[in-house]
Structures are given as C-alpha cells and as structure tokens.
C-alpha cells in the first residue's frame, strides 16, 4: 500500500492504492495520521480509489484514525470508495460511523 499526502486549506489528503490487508504498510496509515495531528493537521480526507481492496485489519486501522483524530477534536472523512471497500462497510454496519463522499474535492469542501 502507498500513501501520497496533499494538503490544501489545513485539510490533508491522503490518496491510498494497493491493498489495505494488515502489516506494517497498514499501521503506516495510522502512524502518518498522528504525524500530521502533531504537525496541526486535524482534518483528513483518504482517498480509496485506488485501494482493490480491504479486510478487516484495514477496516481496523480506518477506525483507529477516525478514533485517534475525534480524540484531537479533528476529522475524518472518506472519498472515492470503490464498490467492493463499499460493500465491506455496509456488510460491517461501518458505513454509518465513516462519512464518506464521492469526490476528493467535496470531501474537502465538507471539512473547509
């Protein structure tokens, strides 16, 4: 899994691709979110386009950002879902804990 940062507006996008199934490359995710809350970043949008797909240490590990940034009074939102990372949230009920939008570009705007 790979992990491209852009931030804009004191948003962070964080455009994952790969496959988030657990290990070191997952817990990176989370480590980078802390980066940018001590860094003052409290707002996050990552981007699964480009994510095939996703277990449940992956699932794990969004969570874990989610937690650790509204611990932070930050936020976390989710754009470009595909289908099947889609199907894996409303399967575990997670799609009403993640907003989640269609575009980057309106996920930042929710968080502007």
Known sequence: MKIKEKIENQVAVLSLSGKMMGGPETTALHDHVKGLIRDGIK??????????????SGMGVLMACMTTLNNEQGKLVLARVSEKVNSLLMITQLIRVFETYETVERAVAALE
């Open 43 to 56: 707002r996050v949008v990552i981007d699964l386009g480009d994510v095939k797909w996703m277990n449940s």
